[in-house]
């Protein structure tokens, strides 16, 4: 999963940036509405986390400007801004969700999982292939019954290969979807994380490597619960 915190504050941005990685997120920063802006014509992302009282471009103005957009991407207005109103003003705007500071951490995770989910092409919670079954939201990702104990970036990077599954996954896909913005794409990340992961899901090999192509989950009876 990406995401784009746009906050002006730069000490909590820096605290949002550390957690939501550490909770197996790619994310970028802004701090500012130009900023925000440009980034979100280079990179693809599945939630924005959105201060509403931004410089540059404000707030309200770059949410609209996101959901008038045709790749519609999750918007969680994140203000101080804590009456009713300006809680309604905000979903009026065309936010999807509206959380006020100061907040309790792990509700914004919990808020920021469940935003991707109902993207429009996002895939129910848990994601099943070659054994393999993965819950984005309880963290928890077992094969054959036997439980991955998995890195951080291991984590996210099976959970995108299973999400794409049966299509291959370019290192490149990789980069962008698992690391942020700032990796190196000469780097040997990616084939040292794929190369752990297969040594932690055990045989038979679930990821299918092409030259020139990519990573797959070898599997073709990808399954998914549905939505509840």
Not at 117 to 136: F, K, N, S, V, Y
Not at 171 to 180: P, S, Y
Not at 212 to 224: K, M, P, S, W
């Amino acid at each position: 999963m990406r995401v784009l915190v746009v906050e002006d504050a730069r000490s909590l941005a820096a605290v949002l940036v550390e957690g939501l990685s550490d909770q197996g997120m790619a994310v970028d920063v802004a701090h500012d509405g130009l900023e925000a802006a440009a980034k979100l014509d280079l990179n693809a992302y599945d939630v924005v986390v959105l201060d509403r009282d931004l410089p540059g471009i404000h707030g309200d103005t770059l949410c609209r400007m996101i959901t008038e957009h045709d790749d519609r991407v999750m918007v969680l207005m994140l203000t101080a801004a804590d009456e009713p109103g300006d809680r309604v003003t905000g979903l009026t705007l065309g936010a999807d969700d509206y959380l006020t500071k100061p907040f309790h951490f792990p509700e914004l995770v919990l808020r920021i999982r469940s935003l991707a989910r109902r993207r429009p092409t996002a895939q129910p919670r848990t994601l099943r292939a070659a054994g393999i079954e993965l819950d984005p939201l309880r963290r928890t990702a077992t094969r054959d019954g036997r439980h991955l104990d998995l890195s951080v970036k291991e984590f996210a990077l099976l959970e995108a290969l299973l999400r794409a599954a049966p299509a291959f996954l370019s290192a490149e896909d990789l980069l962008e979807q698992v690391w942020d913005e700032h990796a190196n794409p000469l780097t040997n990340t990616v084939t040292v994380t794929v190369g752990r992961l297969r040594r932690k899901l055990g045989d038979p090999p679930a990821i299918t490597t092409t030259p020139r192509v990519g990573y797959r989950i070898t599997a073709h009876d990808l399954r998914e619960d549905p939505v509840i």
